[in-house]
C-alpha cells in the first residue's frame, strides 16, 4: 500500500503521491516540511486520495510510458524486486 502524502499550504489541502527520490515529500516536489510556516504536513483521521493536479498530470504521463524507453543499463532484470 502506498503511503499518500497530505499537505497544508496556506489553507488549501491536497492529498499527494509520495515523492521516492527522498528530497521532497511529493512527487510534484513539495516540501512537507518547508521552512514556510503556512506549509505543513498534515496527518488525516481518513485515508483519502489522491487530488492533487500535479501529481495526478505525472501518474497519468508515467503510464504512457513503455520499459522499452529505459536506457538498458537502468532496466530491473525480470523477477528483481521493486
Keep these: 500500500m502506498t503511503t499518500l502524502v497530505t499537505v497544508d499550504n496556506n489553507g ?5 503521491f509520495p ?3 527522498g528530497n521532497y515529500a511529493t512527487l510534484c516536489q513539495l516540501d512537507g ?5 503556512g506549509v505543513n504536513q498534515v496527518e488525516l ?3 483519502g486520495k489522491v487530488d492533487c493536479r500535479d501529481c495526478i498530470a505525472l ?7 513503455r520499459v ?3 536506457d538498458k543499463r537502468h532496466k ?3 523477477g528483481a524486486a521493486q
Design 59 to 65: 501518474f497519468y504521463f508515467v503510464r504512457l510510458l
Design 12 to 16: 488549501e489541502v491536497f492529498t499527494h
Design 33 to 37: 516540511a518547508d521552512e514556510n510556516p
Design 45 to 47: 483521521d481518513v485515508v
Design 19 to 21: 515523492d521516492l527520490t
Design 68 to 70: 522499452s524507453d529505459i
Design 76 to 78: 530491473r532484470p525480470k
